[in-house]
């Protein structure tokens, strides 16, 4: 088992920045990627970006790229730096983990992320 636990998501205002953590813990060893989600009210959850665990490849959706980074460190946290954040990055932030390249197979409560206009 791993467990997933988000913190970082507040209030910003349009063009602001905020770090959000997912700090992993258990059988991390088994991870072979992570991932942040968002789900937006009324909204399907969708991806926002992904690191593979070894070697680093990043991966983006076209909504974030460019203004989201997502980084991870070896104590197996991983962060997502959102700059220049706009009002439909309102969300509920989740982190993911997945054994596998084609599975997300554990998920954290979400943080919430609000973008004021």
């Known amino acids: 088992q791993v467990q997933l636990v988000e913190s970082g998501g507040r209030l910003v205002q349009a063009g602001g920045s905020l770090r959000l953590s997912c700090a992993a813990s258990?059988?991390?060893?088994?991870?072979?990627?992570m991932g942040w989600f968002r789900q937006a009210p009324g909204k399907e959850r969708e991806f926002v970006a992904t690191?593979?665990?070894?070697?680093?490849?990043t991966y983006y959706a076209d909504s974030v790229k460019g203004r989201f980074t997502i980084s991870r460190d070896v104590a197996k946290n991983t962060y997502l730096q959102m700059n220049s954040l706009k009002p439909e990055d309102t969300a509920l932030y989740y982190c993911?983990?997945?054994?596998?390249?084609?599975?997300?197979?554990?998920w954290g409560q979400g943080t919430q992320v609000t973008v004021s206009s």
């Open positions: 258990g059988r991390t060893f088994s991870m072979y990627r």
């Open positions: 993911a983990a997945g054994l596998r390249s084609s599975t997300w197979d554990y």
């Open positions: 690191i593979v665990w070894s070697g680093g490849s």
